[in-house]
């Protein structure tokens, strides 16, 4: 389920209903990392995995998402090869990537781990967070999550889908139908184009309710808003329907 309203409380509901994982954005919201991760608290509380959506592919904001104890990122607007490698390599603490370490003064690492510069220093055996079992864990951990949602992007979705280290690739709907302006047929062949490149290479693909599932596929629930605007003006039409004008008996 897309999260995009800051209330901890639609996690837990979530979690209640079964959902595996909450898409929590940060890219077309008002609220920020504070924000944020208390929703990532509340998903772990709640047996859910937080993914995030950030507002762009830059490494100092995917490292504090990662810090904060996300368990995967999704980059938005990615339309070539070399853009979902550099995503990927966020995720990765050096010397494989660029991710900056928090190492044991972050949520992620639990504040555990003491102070590196009197470790090594003393000649003192690595340990906790300052090991490669950690580091490699880190990694294992953090999903790769590709969002392919302009024409650019569709063009280029092969070369995407062959870049290692993604885990899976969501077609943006809304993106692209704004691109070719609302051209129905040009978005079911879009996405129908990037399912078929993550099958081939395959990758996970998300999907939108309605479209054919298949082995590998995760599907999206929904936006947490919508449910909710939804939910709402079905109760004010019935609330509605229930009450008689004034003078009617």
């Given at each position: 389920?897309?999260?995009?309203?800051?209330?901890?409380?639609?996690?837990?509901?979530?979690?209640t209903a079964g959902a595996d994982a909450a898409l929590i954005d940060l890219?077309?919201?008002?609220?920020?990392?504070?924000?944020?991760?208390?929703?990532?608290?509340?998903?772990?509380?709640?047996?859910?995995?937080?993914?995030v959506r950030p507002p762009g592919t830059e490494v100092e904001v995917v490292?504090?998402?990662?810090?904060?104890?996300?368990?995967?990122?999704?980059?938005?607007?990615?339309?070539?090869?070399?853009?979902?490698?550099?995503?990927?390599?966020?995720?990765?603490?050096?010397?494989?990537?660029?991710?900056?370490?928090?190492?044991?003064?972050?949520?992620?690492?639990?504040?555990?781990?003491?102070?590196?510069?009197?470790?090594?220093?003393?000649?003192?055996?690595?340990?906790?967070?300052?090991?490669?079992?950690?580091?490699?864990?880190?990694?294992?951990?953090?999903?790769?999550?590709?969002?392919?949602?302009?024409?650019?992007?569709?063009?280029?979705?092969?070369?995407?889908?062959?870049?290692?280290?993604?885990?899976?690739?969501?077609?943006?709907?809304?993106?692209?139908?704004?691109?070719?302006?609302?051209?129905?047929?040009?978005?079911?062949?879009?996405?129908?184009?990037?399912?078929?490149?993550?099958?081939?290479?395959?990758?996970?693909?998300?999907?939108?309710?309605?479209?054919?599932?298949?082995?590998?596929?995760?599907?999206?629930?929904?936006?947490?808003?919508?449910?909710?605007?939804?939910?709402?003006?079905?109760?004010?039409?019935?609330?509605?329907?229930?009450?008689?004008?004034?003078?009617?008996?």
């Amino acid at each position: 389920m897309w999260v995009t309203a800051p209330w901890m409380g639609v996690i837990e509901i979530l979690g209640t209903a079964g959902a595996d994982a909450a898409l929590i954005d940060l890219e077309h919201v008002s609220y920020d990392l504070a924000e944020v991760e208390r929703l990532i608290v509340s998903c772990e509380a709640s047996g859910i995995s937080p993914l995030v959506r950030p507002p762009g592919t830059e490494v100092e904001v995917v490292s504090r998402l990662l810090d904060a104890g996300a368990h995967g990122i999704v980059f938005p607007q990615v339309e070539n090869a070399g853009q979902a490698a550099y995503g990927v390599s966020c995720l990765s603490h050096r010397p494989h990537g660029i991710r900056g370490w928090g190492g044991a003064h972050t949520r992620h690492a639990g504040w555990q781990g003491g102070y590196a510069g009197e470790l090594m220093a003393s000649g003192g055996a690595a340990s906790g967070v300052y090991t490669r079992d950690y580091v490699e864990k880190a990694r294992a951990d953090a999903a790769a999550v590709i969002l392919v949602e302009t024409v650019a992007g569709v063009e280029q979705i092969a070369a995407i889908a062959a870049v290692p280290g993604i885990d899976a690739v969501i077609f943006g709907w809304g993106d692209y139908a704004v691109e070719v302006e609302f051209d129905g047929e040009r978005c079911r062949e879009a996405a129908a184009r990037v399912y078929g490149a993550c099958r081939r290479a395959g990758l996970g693909v998300a999907l939108s309710p309605g479209d054919e599932p298949y082995p590998g596929c995760l599907v999206i629930a929904g936006v947490d808003t919508l449910v909710m605007s939804a939910a709402l003006t079905s109760a004010v039409t019935r609330a509605r329907g229930s009450v008689l004008p004034m003078g009617e008996a």
